[in-house]
């Protein structure tokens, strides 16, 4: 059973019969449905069905020559609405299936942005194409939480916002240079991380963490695709499983500058939702390539 399934309104899903009663209804009454030819010259086929506004259950697999829909595997998707980044985005193919997993490289976090690739049928299309290349692509990420805290925000006055905001400019032109070989560039970060440490040492002998830290987006645990992350709330909304009534909340947050969706069941969330206040979580980590 998928773990993430519970994110989109299917907390007491327990047997298999009905998981497989839930896939057949993907399959027989879907919403949105791709057909590509892979590079085995078979026919993969790709079959959404939402279950609330921009989520529900992917099913995905290949015809066989009776024109027969086997499936290969599922997955639980939040489609976000915000552009997140328009940074290069590099995607591989997972060595088990049918499957992919892309990667941004997004100066305002410092790491490689690992994502389970939600338009598969998408990307092959375009591949088989031959249109990567010419493409000017932009990514919209999202992410679906099996849990979650509200956390109240850092009191913050108009010139503390500009401050930070300017600071967080500075720093991605350095991180810019320094991927370009400046060493002078490469210093100054030093020097800052440096400084940070030292500031943060000083501080939380008579601080909480989280009113020095108020956002960070970091990996979480062996799966790349897993992230911990702390972000303010900037758009509430909610929605209903339209199968089950279970009542979903769809947060848009800013975590270290990057805009992003994230979905959660209303029971695993602790605490209040609302605009200006903080997420904390673990995310699976959902991306779509807006070609």
Same mark, same amino acid.
């Given at each position: 059973?998928?773990?993430? #399934?519970?994110?989109?309104?299917?907390?007491?899903?327990?047997?298999?019969?009905?998981?497989?009663?839930? #896939? &057949?209804?993907?399959?027989?009454?879907?919403?949105?449905?791709?057909?590509? /030819?892979?590079?085995?010259?078979?026919?993969? &086929?790709?079959?959404?069905?939402? %279950?609330?506004?921009?989520? +529900?259950?992917?099913?995905? +697999?290949?015809?066989?020559?009776?024109?027969?829909?086997?499936?290969?595997?599922?997955?639980?998707?939040?489609? @976000?609405?915000?552009?997140?980044?328009? /940074?290069?985005?590099?995607?591989?193919?997972?060595?088990?299936?049918?499957?992919?997993?892309?990667?941004?490289?997004?100066?305002?976090?410092?790491? $490689?942005?690992?994502?389970?690739?939600?338009?598969?049928?998408?990307?092959?299309?375009?591949?088989?194409?031959?249109? #990567?290349?010419?493409?000017?692509?932009?990514?919209?990420?999202?992410?679906?939480?099996?849990?979650?805290?509200?956390?109240? *925000?850092? $009191?913050?006055?108009? /010139?503390?916002?500009?401050?930070?905001?300017?600071?967080?400019?500075?720093?991605?032109?350095?991180?810019?240079?320094?991927?370009?070989?400046?060493?002078?560039?490469?210093?100054?970060?030093?020097?800052?991380?440096?400084?940070?440490?030292?500031?943060?040492?000083?501080?939380?002998?008579?601080?909480?963490? %989280?009113?020095?830290?108020?956002?960070?987006?970091? *990996? %979480? +645990?062996? /799966?790349?695709?897993? %992230?911990?992350?702390? @972000?303010?709330?900037?758009?509430?909304?909610?929605?209903?499983?339209?199968?089950?009534?279970?009542?979903?909340?769809?947060?848009?947050?800013?975590?270290?500058?990057?805009?992003?969706?994230?979905?959660?069941?209303?029971?695993?969330?602790?605490?209040?939702?609302?605009?200006?206040?903080?997420?904390?979580?673990?995310?699976?980590?959902? @991306?779509?390539?807006?070609?």
């Amino acid at each position: 059973m998928h773990k993430y #399934l519970k994110s989109i309104g299917f907390t007491n899903l327990d047997q298999k019969s009905e998981l497989d009663k839930l #896939l &057949a209804d993907v399959r027989d009454h879907y919403d949105r449905k791709k057909i590509v /030819e892979n590079e085995d010259h078979h026919l993969f &086929a790709e079959i959404s069905k939402e %279950y609330g506004y921009d989520c +529900g259950i992917t099913v995905c +697999g290949e015809y066989d020559e009776d024109e027969n829909f086997q499936m290969e595997y599922y997955f639980p998707y939040f489609s @976000g609405s915000q552009i997140t980044s328009y /940074e290069e985005i590099v995607v591989e193919r997972h060595a088990g299936k049918e499957s992919y997993a892309g990667a941004c490289d997004d100066m305002r976090v410092g790491i $490689s942005l690992i994502f389970y690739l939600l338009n598969a049928g998408d990307y092959m299309n375009v591949r088989q194409n031959g249109m #990567l290349r010419e493409l000017q692509t932009s990514l919209t990420l999202s992410g679906l939480a099996a849990s979650g805290t509200i956390l109240l *925000p850092v $009191s913050k006055n108009v /010139e503390q916002k500009e401050a930070d905001k300017k600071l967080s400019q500075q720093r991605n032109s350095l991180i810019a240079a320094a991927r370009n070989g400046d060493e002078d560039a490469m210093e100054s970060l030093t020097m800052e991380d440096i400084d940070m440490y030292t500031m943060i040492s000083r501080r939380i002998q008579h601080e909480d963490v %989280y009113t020095i830290v108020d956002s960070y987006f970091m *990996p %979480y +645990g062996i /799966e790349c695709d897993q %992230y911990n992350l702390m @972000g303010e709330i900037t758009d509430c909304n909610t929605t209903v499983n339209s199968q089950t009534g279970e009542k979903l909340y769809q947060l848009g947050l800013m975590s270290n500058d990057i805009p992003l969706d994230i979905c959660i069941n209303e029971k695993d969330l602790l605490g209040s939702p609302e605009v200006g206040r903080r997420f904390k979580g673990v995310i699976w980590l959902q @991306g779509m390539i807006n070609f």
